[in-house]
C-alpha cells in the first residue's frame, strides 16, 4: 500500500502540494488524474525519495519514505515523465548497464536483461542503438529499467505522453500485464480516460489537493450527473426558459440549436421537462440522454474545485 498524509511542498511562491493525502491500496492500478501542474510530478518524486517535502508523511509498504529512503529505493520503480537515455548505448546494453548498478553481473544480468526486454517487447531490438527506437518503445525500455530490481512497487510519471494510438495501447497492455503479476502501479495522466479502462482506482487532484478518491466506478458515478439534449423546430428562447424554470433542471445551454440541461431528479423528472415543453406547443425533434464524458466529468470536478 502508498499512503499519503498531508504532503506539502512549496517552490517559492507556488504551492504544489497542499494537504494531500491518498491511499493506494496493494495491487491496485491507481490512476493519478490531474490537470498541468497539479501536482503529480511533486507527489511521485516525493514518493521515489527524490525530493523532500515541506511538510506530511509518506509510506510504501509501511516503509517510513522520509525515514527510510533506502529501504524505500529498493520497492519502488520509478519511471519519469521525462526520458533520459544514453544514446550512444544498445538496447541490450542499456539494461546490462542498470542491471550492473543493481549489482548485478555476468548471467544473471543477461538473463534478466533478455526477460525483461521479452516482457516489454523488444527482444527484437535487443543490438539496436536506443536512439533509433521510437518514443514508444523507449517509453517501454524505461519501463523496463523500473522493473530491473523488480519492485513491488512502480511509480510511472505519464507514460502515455507523446505516443500515438498503438503505442498507448501497448503501454497499456503491458501495465495491465504488469498488474496481473501484482505489481501495485501508481500512474499520473493529465488524460482521465486513458487510464479509466485501465485503472482500478483513481484519485483525481487539484491545486495540490485530493478531490476523490476511490474505485473508477465509485468516483465516477459519485460524480455524474445525467444530462440530456432537446432539439426543437423554433421557440429556443422559451423552451430554455421553460427548462430553466423547471425544478431539479440545470446548467442549461444551447450549442448549434441544441439545447443540453443536467437533470438531478433523474429520469422521471427529465421525462416530465420534455412534456412540459411537448404541452407548451414547443415543436420537439430530438430528445436524449448524453452518454457523459469522463473528460466532462473530470473538468466539471476540477473546475468545481
Ligand atoms: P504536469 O502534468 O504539467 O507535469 P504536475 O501535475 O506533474 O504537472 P508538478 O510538476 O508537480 O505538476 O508541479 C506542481 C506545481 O509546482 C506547478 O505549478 C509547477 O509549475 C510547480 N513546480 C514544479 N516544479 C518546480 C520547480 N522545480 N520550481 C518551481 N516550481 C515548480
Request: glycine share 10%; with cysteine; hydrophobic share 45%.
Amino acid at each position: 500500500m502508498i499512503r499519503t498524509d498531508s504532503l506539502s511542498k512549496r517552490y517559492g511562491r507556488v504551492n504544489a502540494l497542499d494537504g494531500l493525502s491518498i491511499t493506494v491500496p496493494d495491487g491496485s492500478i491507481y490512476g493519478f488524474i490531474g490537470q498541468n501542474g497539479a501536482g503529480k510530478t511533486t507527489t511521485l518524486r516525493v514518493l521515489a525519495t527524490l525530493l523532500l517535502p515541506d511538510g506530511g508523511s509518506a509510506e510504501v509498504a509501511g516503509v517510513d519514505v522520509l525515514r527510510q529512503p533506502y529501504e524505500i529505493k529498493k520497492l519502488v520503480g520509478y519511471m519519469p515523465d521525462f526520458f533520459g537515455v544514453y544514446d550512444d548505448l544498445k538496447v541490450g546494453e542499456y539494461l546490462e548497464f542498470y542491471a550492473s548498478l543493481q549489482g548485478m553481473r555476468g548471467w544473471a544480468a543477461i538473463s534478466l536483461r533478455d526477460s525483461l526486454l521479452e516482457l516489454v517487447d523488444l527482444a527484437h531490438k535487443r543490438d539496436e542503438y536506443v536512439e533509433g527506437l521510437s518514443r514508444g518503445m523507449q517509453q517501454r525500455l524505461c519501463l523496463a529499467r523500473a522493473l530491473i530490481h523488480d519492485p513491488q512497487v512502480l511509480l510511472l510519471d505519464e507514460p502515455a505522453s507523446g505516443l500515438d494510438p498503438i503505442a498507448r495501447v501497448e503501454m497499456r497492455e503491458l501495465l495491465k500485464e504488469l498488474g496481473r503479476i501484482g505489481k501495485t502501479i501508481l500512474i499520473s495522466s493529465h488524460i482521465l480516460s486513458e487510464l479509466a479502462d485501465l485503472c482500478t482506482h483513481i484519485g483525481i487532484i487539484a491545486s495540490g489537493r485530493l478531490l476523490r478518491e476511490g474505485t473508477v466506478k465509485d468516483v465516477l458515478w459519485a460524480a455524474e450527473r445525467p444530462a440530456y439534449q432537446l432539439k426543437v423546430l423554433r421557440d429556443v428562447e422559451r423552451a430554455v426558459a421553460m427548462l430553466e424554470s423547471t425544478e431539479g433542471i440545470g446548467a442549461v445551454s444551447v450549442s448549434d440549436g441544441d439545447i443540453r440541461f443536467h437533470c438531478d431528479g433523474g429520469a422521471e423528472s427529465a421525462a416530465e421537462a420534455l412534456a412540459a415543453v411537448v404541452r407548451s406547443g414547443i415543436p420537439v425533434v430530438r430528445f436524449a440522454e448524453i452518454e457523459s464524458s469522463l473528460e466532462a466529468t473530470f473538468l466539471r470536478l476540477a473546475r468545481n474545485e
